[in-house]
């Protein structure tokens, strides 16, 4: 078959073509969503980042002092860690139970069990 008898979606100047534009089109969406749309479309709200926002609104806000800059920025340092703690506690409460739970069923119960909690747990 002769290059003028061959269809043209199989001439190689027109597959690398698309593959060039399909390649484009990949790396300008890997980028817009790298670089703009993903935090917008999945926010994930972090306490640190959070206390760091209130704590300039609130220095710039109230025209705070220096000294009552630290002392702000202490008391949210001190609620960051006590908030790490609670969220550390509830976990190990969370595995204490489960553990308790599983020591009371039998090993048919336990898988079935297991199986119900993983369900919970994910998205």
Same mark, same amino acid.
């Given at each position: ?33 790298r670089y703009g749309l ?18 300039? %609104?609130? @220095?710039?806000?109230?025209? $705070? #002092?220096? /000294? !009552? ?8 340092? +001190? ?18 139970? %489960?553990? @308790?739970?599983?020591?009371? $069923? #039998?090993? /048919? !119960?336990?898988?079935r069990f297991l199986k119900?909690?993983? +369900?919970?747990?994910?998205?």
């Amino acid at each position: 078959m002769t290059a003028a008898e061959r269809p043209g979606w199989q001439d190689p100047r027109i597959l690398a073509m698309l593959f060039f534009v399909f390649l484009a089109g990949a790396a300008v969406g890997a980028l817009t969503m790298r670089y703009g749309l993903h935090e917008r479309m999945h926010p994930h709200p972090r306490l640190s980042d959070a206390t760091t926002i209130s704590f300039e %609104k609130l @220095r710039h806000e109230l025209n $705070l #002092t220096d /000294e !009552q800059s630290e002392k702000l920025r202490s008391i949210l340092d +001190d609620f960051v860690a006590y908030h790490h703690d609670l969220e550390e506690q509830v976990e190990s409460y969370r595995a204490t139970g %489960k553990n @308790r739970i599983l020591q009371i $069923l #039998t090993p /048919e !119960q336990r898988t079935r069990f297991l199986k119900l909690s993983s +369900d919970l747990t994910e998205p």
